[in-house]
């Protein structure tokens, strides 16, 4: 699962904020 994070993490950066990505990450 921490590829998973990882990817979504780094993803949801380029596309959308790094506050808006920590948010349904961290939940």
């Not at 699962?1 to 979504?8: K, R």
């Not at 949801?12 to 920590?22: A, C, I, K, Q, S």
């Amino acid at each position: 699962m921490s590829w998973d994070i990882n990817h979504v993490v780094l993803v949801g950066r380029l596309t959308r904020d790094p506050e808006l990505t920590y948010t349904p990450s961290g939940a």
